[in-house]
């Protein structure tokens, strides 16, 4: 039942800006931790950034220096600003969205958003 609207990939060139936004709706309760995970042919799907409700934060090493994750929680929208894109980020970026309901926890996944950076 819960639904997630990912947009703003695309083509850019290295050392371009992209943000990519997140949008939930649907929880039973409310949600809880959203974030951004990534992933590549071949290999595992890997955290980008993640945002408590709280406010804190958690980034990859490769992300820390050159990314930010924001969230809007009277919209349960989730944001992630990636500054200085290099070819290595080009990847399948992946939506999550941690529901709360009223005994448990569910885990949902968007489909992915392609973002390619070329030279």
């Known amino acids: 039942q819960v639904e997630i609207v990912e947009s703003g990939g695309g083509a850019v060139l290295a050392g371009d800006s992209l943000t990519l936004s997140c949008a939930a709706s649907g929880a039973i309760v409310r949600f809880g931790n959203l974030g951004w995970y990534r992933q590549t042919p071949g290999n595992e799907r890997e955290l980008v950034a993640l945002i408590t409700e709280g406010g804190y934060t958690k980034f990859a090493d490769f992300a820390k220096d050159r990314f930010a994750i924001s969230r809007d929680n009277a919209k349960d929208t989730v944001d992630l600003q990636m500054n200085n894109l290099k070819p290595s980020d080009s990847a399948v970026y992946i939506c999550?969205?941690?529901?709360?309901?009223?005994?448990?926890?569910?885990?949902?996944w968007g489909q992915g958003i392609q973002v390619t950076v070329s030279s």
């Open positions: 999550y969205v941690e529901e709360s309901g009223m005994n448990t926890d569910y885990d949902h």
